[in-house]
């Protein structure tokens, strides 16, 4: 081998591990992220009750927290 096969194999490898080690510094960044983002915790849907039809419940539910509602109705007596 050469002392210029010797060099750029050098800088090849250089070259290499400060792509491996940006890569990984930036997958440990997001990971990280995206723990505090949703604050350790799992999201929980939600359901509430918002109103009264005859001898129904009115209910609302949202997903995950997001600004998206469906209702529907709850009847505990099925008649």
């Known amino acids: 081998m050469t002392p210029e096969d010797k060099y750029a194999l050098r800088e090849f490898l250089r070259g290499f591990g400060v792509f491996a080690s940006a890569s990984a510094v930036f997958i440990v960044i997001i990971l990280v992220l995206a723990y ?15 109103d009264k039809y005859k001898e ?8 995950h927290q997001v600004a998206e509602y469906k209702y529907f109705l709850y009847c505990e007596n099925n008649k």
């Open 36 to 50: 505090f983002s949703s604050g350790g915790e799992p999201l929980e849907s939600s359901f509430e009750v918002v």
């Open 56 to 63: 129904c419940d009115i209910v609302r539910y949202a997903p």
